[in-house]
């Protein structure tokens, strides 16, 4: 979709100025006009604030898949397994209550899949209800009114994704997907003299790509060349692959030319987030910070699709700023490309070491 922000019109803008003001935030004194004002802009803020989502006040895809899956209340629908998933905070909600009982349905993401589907099922058999493996009114009315002690079953940590690591200490063999930012129409971020985020992005993907092969690891580019993907597609791409760590790998900006520095990105939700996901965000956020003597923006749990969407682990780089006079300038090097990649490289081991 096109992004819609302030001072767009239209039927796209009365769609998601009606579904804010359905999750209770208010678009200003007109309502839902099909004008994007200042008042509707704040309420996107909000709800990507609310949602850990880039709080731009744009309505991008991420945004838009969020406002439609926010809308989803449980007992509104019957939810089951289907392909392609369904997603919404009926499931987020199911798999909350699911978790909280004990039965293992996966990390809680909002997205149905087969882990929820089993756990789904267990509940049921537990319950003593007919077991079809689908939230209908019956299971529904069970799992709003049961209690713990009534299911028998022995409280479990809730599970991670990939069970929370990848079950070998080196590179080799391990499946790594690496999905530089942007591309084609799409340049991403713009610094100085030309560059380009979607061009560096690439470079810094290809050269890791090399690292990793030399040691072994099993490497998927998502984008090989300067052509556009949508985030759907990449996700399709990594999951098709069945990968088990995938990197999203971006540059920073910002109106600031004062903003400097390195920062990494785990999946988070308000209620859940990746353990694994942080501990690898803050393995390579640590190597960067160490080894190019940027500074340091830590790690942040965040709900961006491209934290969420890979069933493998996940997590998001952002090693430094395209508009910072003196980093934007560095990043024209190859040799500091080369050397954000073996930052890169550095936190990964280190994360698969300790794992
Ligand atoms: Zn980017």
Known sequence: MRPVSRGSRGKEVLDIQTRLRGLGLEVGREGADGHFGPQTELAVRAFQQARLLLADGVVGENTWAELVEAGYQLGER??????????????????R???????????????????????LMEFQRNAGLNVDAILGESTLDR???????????????IPD????????SALEGVKI?????????????????????????????????????????????????????????????????????????????????????????YFANGTYFSEAGKRLAGYIVKELVEGLGRTDLHTHGR?????????????????????????????????????????????????????
């Open 97 to 119: 209550r699911l978790n909280s009982f004990g039965f293992d349905s996966g990390p809680e993401d909002g997205i149905f899949g087969s882990l929820t589907e089993e756990a």
């Open 161 to 168: 994704r990939m069970g929370g690591y990848v079950g070998r």
């Open 303 to 355: 709900n961006f699709s491209c934290l969420r969407e890979p069933d493998g682990l996940s997590v998001m780089v952002e090693p430094g700023f395209i508009t910072h006079p003196a980093e934007g300038a560095a990043l024209r090097r190859p040799q500091t490309i080369e050397a954000e990649a073996e930052a890169i490289l550095r936190g990964l081991e280190r994360y698969l070491r300790r794992s």
């Open 78 to 95: 019957l939810v089951y397994l289907r392909i392609p998933p369904m997603r919404g905070d009926d499931v987020l909600d199911l798999q």
């Open 177 to 265: 997907s690496l999905d530089p930012g942007h591309g084609g129409t799409d340049r991403g971020h713009l610094g100085a003299e030309g560059l380009t985020e979607k061009q560096i992005n690439l470079d810094l993907a290809r050269r890791l790509a090399d690292m990793l092969s030399a040691r072994g690891a099993e490497v998927l580019l998502v984008r090989e060349s300067d052509s556009h993907l949508g985030f759907s597609e990449r996700a399709e791409l990594i999951n098709r692959w069945e990968t088990e760590i995938n990197l999203a790998l971006h540059h920073n900006a910002n109106t600031s030319v004062r903003a400097q520095g390195a920062a990494t990105y």
């Open 143 to 157: 799992l709003q009114r049961v209690h713990k002690a009534e299911l028998g079953v022995p409280g479990r940590k």
